[in-house]
């Protein structure tokens, strides 16, 4: 997932104009939803939707299943590109920045960006029987990120970590880093999995003497470029993870 937030709520005029101009990505995301105003009727529980007023907007392309295979989504301050499919970033990241770049052009200069995120989701699968799961076969023993007592357990497990790191090139600014982990039953494999997913972002450093906060725009003017920065934090985070033997094997080395 990529994420470009903005200062401000989208407004029903900047909804309107994202609706009419999309024609850069409806061929590729044919599935068009909207979200409506929620009323609440005084004096009463009934729940109505102001037709009239647009609170997100989304365009998708589904799989078969029904699950999403490619999604851009306007919703309150921020634009969402969703990657459903396993892929690696030199086959998908072509297209995603082609229309979200198309999609950031439509918001009002005004409106300005204050932060430029990404998400990413891996799945490895135990192998061998059930019983006999080690934590080290995929994960690195010793990894600063990880709590040391997963590796002496044979039950499943969570864990959840997060923090930030200050840059200075080409202006100051901070990348959070979060990383959560689960490790769970797959009924039908017979086997587990784990799921590790990391969140990267990037934003303003928070100073407390300081009334409002702003992205550097040295770090806004490197656009998309900043999701490039982010995916080459996030191998490096993920292969202080795994271990040497699953970096290669998923061709994190490289």
Do not use: C
């Not at 490895?124 to 029987?129: I, L, P, Q």
């Not at 990120?145 to 840059?167: A, C, L, M, S, V």
């Not at 969140?199 to 490197?222: A, G, T, W």
């Amino acid at each position: 997932m990529f994420i470009v937030q903005f200062a401000k709520d989208f407004t029903v005029e900047d909804f309107a104009r994202l609706d009419d101009k999309t024609n850069g990505w409806r061929e590729v995301l044919p599935r068009r939803s909207q979200g409506n105003a929620v009323l609440l009727q005084p004096g009463s529980s009934r729940v109505s939707f102001d037709e009239e007023k647009v609170i997100s907007l989304s365009f998708e392309a589904l799989k078969r299943d029904g699950s999403i295979e490619l999604g851009l989504r306007f919703e309150e301050s921020r634009i969402l590109f969703i990657v459903g499919n396993y892929t690696h970033w030199e086959e998908i990241w072509p297209q995603v920045s082609e229309h979200l770049g198309k999609a950031i052009s439509l918001i009002p200069e005004e409106n300005e960006i204050v932060s430029f995120a990404s998400e990413y989701a891996d799945l490895f699968r135990a192998k061998g029987e059930y019983e006999e799961f080690e934590a080290d076969k995929i994960l690195r023993r010793g990894s600063k990120y990880i709590p040391d007592h997963i590796f002496d357990r044979k039950e499943n497990f969570h864990f959840h970590t997060g923090f930030f790191n200050t840059h200075s090139d080409p202006a100051d600014y901070r990348i959070l880093t979060r990383i959560n982990a689960d490790l769970r039953d797959n009924e039908n494999e017979k086997s587990r999995d784990l799921s590790i997913i990391l969140f990267h972002q990037v934003m303003p450093i928070n100073k407390p003497s300081e009334e409002e906060i702003k992205l550097p725009k040295e770090i806004v003017y490197r656009g998309l470029k900043n999701f490039s920065f982010l995916h080459d934090v996030d191998k490096e985070v993920l292969r202080e993870i795994v271990n040497d033997q699953m970096a290669n094997d998923i061709g994190l080395m490289q």
